[in-house]
Each structure stands twice: as C-alpha cells, then as structure tokens.
C-alpha cells in the first residue's frame, strides 16, 4: 500500500491551491483520511482529517479557509486552501488508516509529503 501525494507549489498570499493524495495497492479497505503539515523548525501537526463517511474536522487556523474531501471509489483524499497565508508554508503530508486485503487491521500509513510555499 502506497500514498502518493501530489500538487503543492509556490503562491502568493491571498491565493488558492490545492493537493490530492492517492492511496493504491492492494487496499482492503480505507477508513480515516487526512492531511497533516511540517513547517521548518515546527513539530508535525494536524491540518484536516475526513472519515468514510465525510465528516471533517479541521484545525482552528485553516477553519473556513481549508476544505477537504475525499473519493471513497478513488480512494483519494483532497485538500482545498484558499486565503493561503505565508504561516501555511510547509511540507503537506498525508495520511490514512488502510486495511490492506491480507489483514483485518488498520495501520496508519503516511505519504512523501508536498511543499507548499506562500510568498510574494
């Protein structure tokens, strides 16, 4: 099972940009999906989590700002950021609790991370 993590970049304050992370291989089952980020200096933290069902929480300082979503069928998971600001500078990580097909456990499995920049 792999998390693959893509989109990211470089944008100026006030801007949008959006990740996706794709979770493949031999996947039994996908339970709670989200997104965490590492800043430079800064412990890893969370920044959105989604379960199978949809329901979102979200870190207070990306509430209204930050959407995620998820696609069950795809089993992706996506993070919307709008009104981006030069704090939300960080490695974004995903993250997700699978079941492969070979076990009845769920392990937490991490993707490779995306840079996000937010600069004039």
């Known amino acids: 099972v792999q998390l693959q993590a893509s989109g990211g970049g470089l944008v100026q304050p006030g801007g949008s940009l959006s990740v996706s992370c794709l979770v493949s291989?031999?996947?039994?089952?996908?339970?709670?999906m989200g997104w965490y980020r590492q800043a430079p200096g800064k412990q890893r933290e969370l920044v959105a989590m989604?379960?199978?069902?949809?329901?979102?929480t979200y870190a207070d300082s990306v509430k209204g700002r930050f959407t995620i979503s998820r696609d069950n069928a795809k089993n992706s998971v996506y993070l919307q950021m709008n009104s981006l600001k030069p704090e939300d500078t960080a490695v974004y990580y995903c993250?997700?609790?699978?079941?492969?097909?070979?076990?009845?456990?769920?392990?937490?499995?991490w993707g490779r991370g995306t840079q996000v920049t937010v600069s004039s």
């Open positions: 993250n997700a609790f699978v079941r492969d097909r070979s076990s009845r456990l769920y392990t937490g499995r």
């Open positions: 291989g031999s996947i039994g089952s996908v339970n709670e």
């Open positions: 989604i379960t199978s069902s949809g329901s979102a």
